[in-house]
Nanobody, 115 residues
Framework: QVQLVESGGGLVQPGGSLRLSCAAS????????MGWYRQTPEKQRELVAS???????TYANFVKGRFAISRDVAKNMVFLQMNSVKPEDTAVYYC?????????WGQGTQVTVSS
């Protein structure tokens, strides 16, 4: 029922910027915590940033000061602005809608940071 579609991934040089987008089903922002997670073959999926229905944001320590999560409620979009990217930011990035009963995941978008 809840659908999430990520876009905006690609190849970027160290120190560069990228903006990821998540198109979500209408009306879910009032009921779900929206988040961005990332995963590599050698690591478990980890939280990057999240935003609550009330607009409260949370960030992992490794992205504080570099990344920013935001949303456009009218357009049902969630964004992750990635600045000053590092090679270790390379991963598949997933959009998540986290509710009381269950969570929904997008298909992921690949981000590669390399010179």
């Amino acid at each position: 029922q809840v659908q999430l579609v990520e876009s905006g991934g690609g190849l970027v040089q160290p120190g560069g910027s990228l903006r990821l987008s998540c198109a979500a089903s209408p009306g879910i922002f009032s009921f779900y915590v929206m988040g961005w997670y990332r995963q590599t073959p050698e690591k478990q999926r980890e939280l990057v940033a999240s935003i609550s229905p009330g607009g409260t944001t949370t960030y992992a320590n490794f992205v504080k000061g570099r990344f920013a999560i935001s949303r456009d409620v009218a357009k049902n979009m969630v964004f992750l602005q990635m600045n000053s990217v590092k090679p270790e930011d390379t991963a598949v990035y997933y959009c998540k809608a986290d509710g009381r009963a269950r969570a929904y995941w997008g298909q992921g978008t690949q981000v590669t940071v390399s010179s």
